[in-house]
Structures are given as structure tokens and as C-alpha cells.
């Protein structure tokens, strides 16, 4: 693809099938594994193990938090910004939801020839950034944002934007997305480097959570490690190294799930 941040969508696809075929109890998705044979074989057998259950994670985790939110809010949008080949509408199949899947153009016309949209689903061929593509959906309507291993893709001041317009539009709207630290940024860039030279590379991090809030006029939520469940439900599964690094990212916080309220 010509934007070298579309080009990183097979990583967590790929991450999404493996989990799903070898942990279902941790994470199922039997669309993507469906969808397997589209997948360029490199993305399926760089990764560790470990990598592949880090990037599993943050639809584990943000899951049961859209399935949360539309619990709370009966009639509601789940919008998925950069959401590639995100399946999480076949995921989670509920009539009130209604999941808006943006993405560039490229992305959205690849998606539509493999993956055609659920039922309770809409493809927007948009760039996040600006702002037209909101005159498509019902402002009025409880909204969750969802944006998994996308906004480090930014600079900081992209993403700072991005809420302030999210704000001035969505009166109701919470957001909820994955982030690292300035270290682990700078793993994350050695690991997707590893996918290619037409790789994108990773700039926005956060250090510090209350210092972002502040800056984006936004509420804490919450804030969770990576870990916690699948140290829990897989310890006795996964291999020693993928146990060290799920020990020591979730006891230095070097990665987690950001839920902002951003009323
Ligand atoms: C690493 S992929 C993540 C895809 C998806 N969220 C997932 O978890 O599988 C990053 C995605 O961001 C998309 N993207 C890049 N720039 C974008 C922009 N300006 N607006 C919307 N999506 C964008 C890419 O095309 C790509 O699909």
C-alpha cells in the first residue's frame, strides 16, 4: 500500500488468528481465522509468541469494554479509527451498536473485497485527522472511540487534535485506545522494523497519564495493563519468555489501556 502505516494492519491481524487458534479461551475470532489465507505469510511467522499475545491483548481488553459500553448505553456507535482488518463488529454482534470502520481509502477498498461488512457495520474511507466523515453518523447517540495500535503512528500533536475535534462534536463520547511508554516505543519500532523497510514508524508515546489528560481537557477513566487476565488464564500455556515479558511490562507499566472520558 502507498501510506506505510496501512501497511502495518497485518501485524495485529495476524496476532488476532494466531491467538485465536491457539488461546480461544483468551480470545476468539473465527472471521479473521477465515480470513488467513489473505494474510502475506511473513506476518505469520515473524512474531514470537509473546508478541503475538501483546498485540491480542488490547482486543481482549477493549472488547469487554465496547460490550460494557453499549451494557450502559443500549443505542450507541463504536467508531474504529485506522481499524484495517479489525473484525470486532462480527466479534461483537449487538443490535444496538452500530460500528463505523474508518480508515484510508486503500485500506477500505482492500477490506471490502476480503472482509464485507457485517450487518451492524459501516466502512468510511476517511483519514481520522479530519473531520467531514462525522456528518455520516448520529452526533446525538452515546459514542465510544476505539483506537487499537494506531495512535502511535502520530505525533502528539495529531492525536491532541484528534480529541479537541472529537470534543467540539460529540457531546457524549469517550475514547479508548493503547499506548506505551517512550521505551516502549522504541521497542515497538525495532519490532515492527522487523516486518520491512516499508514499515511506519511509531512517534507518540505517553510517560506520564495525567500530564496527557491535562493537555486534551480529558478524564480519566481508567488506565490497565496489558496483562493482568492473561497472566491469569494463560501462565501454564505459554512459554518462559512470553511469561517474563508479560511479568515485566505489566510491573513496569510500559504498556496499557487508556479509557478517556472525553465529555
Ligand atoms: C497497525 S494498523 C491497526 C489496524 C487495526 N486497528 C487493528 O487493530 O487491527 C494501523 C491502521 O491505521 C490506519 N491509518 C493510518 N493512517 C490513518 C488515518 N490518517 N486515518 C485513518 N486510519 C489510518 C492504517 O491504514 C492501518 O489500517
Redesign the pocket.
Known sequence: ?D?K?????????A??IFAAEHFSEYFNDKTAIQLKSHIPQKFLKISSQYEMIA?AA??HISDKKIQQFIDKNGECNII???????TVAFRIDNKNAIFYQ???S??IQFRQQILPPNNNEILIA?????TDWYAKIDKNKPTLF?????FM??YEQ?ILNLIHNIKQNFKNAELIFDATTKFGVKCANFY?SRFGEDM?KMYFYINKLEEFATKSQTQILSSQTFFTEARQMLWHKVNFITKFNMWLVDTFNLSYIIHLDLK
Do not use: H, K, Q
Not at 80 to 86: I, R, S, V
Open positions: 500500500m501510506n502505516i496501512a501497511n502495518t494492519l497485518f501485524i495485529p491481524f496476532a488476532r498485540s488490547r482486543y474504529n479509527l485506522g481499524a484495517g482488518l479489525e474508518i480508515d484510508l486503500e485500506v476517511a483519514s481520522m485527522l479530519d476505539i483506537a487499537n495500535g494506531v503512528y502520530f495529531d515492527v511506519a
